[in-house]
């Protein structure tokens, strides 16, 4: 089966730096995405990782190591705006050539000024 | 551009009843899956469609169906409904079906609410 664990809860202040981690354990990986949440919102794509090593995009960056089953999402210049629910997850194959995506419970992120 | 829509917004059904939720893609986009979401939790894999075909199945009772039609729109079906069917059930379209990152992510939709009494 697959599975991916978070951390529930985060708080950081504005202007801080904070790193959400991931861990998995899956069979046919390909992948790990980033999604950011709001209350009643829908999931919105932040970042993805297929190899090894750092994405940066603006103020997110997310890492993966595939030999750790480990990735995390690190968050720069923190902003109220960030306050959110963040999920890692696994990109999977299917037999059938499609993808499959198993989401973690996600880590709930407050951030105070 | 106009991004994934579904319809309704919000639903309320009672136990034994029916429900079927509407998703149309973005334009170009042939892949359409659709998860649900339990309060607290991860959005959870029910299918995926892509062409028109069912290419993937999450472990869901086949009180749930799904199809996809000749434009790529698509409909959940839940039949029966459970008091734990209540959730928000979202969609999601890509290009592909392999989900491969960059311009073939999956974008979701803003989700149907579906509260079951």
């Known amino acids: 089966g697959q599975s991916l664990e978070q951390p529930s809860e985060v708080t950081a202040v504005e202007g801080a730096i904070v790193q959400i981690n991931c861990t998995y354990q899956t069979s046919g990986f390909y992948g790990l995405s980033w999604y950011q949440q709001h209350d009643g919102g829908a999931p919105t794509f932040l970042s993805y990782?297929?190899?090894?090593g750092l994405e940066e995009t603006g103020r997110f960056s997310s890492f993966l190591s595939r030999s750790d089953s480990y990735g995390y999402l690190l968050l720069q210049e923190l902003q109220m705006k960030d306050s959110a629910s963040y999920f890692c997850a696994v990109r999977e194959f299917l037999e059938t050539n499609a993808g499959k995506s198993t989401f973690g419970d996600g880590t709930t992120l407050t951030v105070k000024p | 551009d106009a991004g994934v829509t579904q319809s309704p917004t919000h639903l309320i059904k009672t136990r034994g009843q029916h429900v079927t939720l509407r998703c149309s893609p973005i334009s170009g986009h042939k892949s359409v899956s659709w998860y649900q979401q339990v309060l607290g939790q991860g959005p959870q894999f029910i299918f995926q469609y892509y062409e028109k075909e069912e290419r993937g199945r999450g472990n869901f009772p086949d009180r749930f169906s799904a199809r996809q039609f000749p434009n790529y729109s698509s409909e959940l079906n839940v039949n029966a409904l459970l008091l734990g069917d209540s959730a928000l059930y979202l969609c999601a379209s890509s290009l592909t079906s392999l989900l491969a990152g960059g311009y073939n992510e999956q974008f979701f939709g803003p989700g149907t609410r579906l509260t079951v009494l």
């Open positions: 990782n297929a190899l090894d």
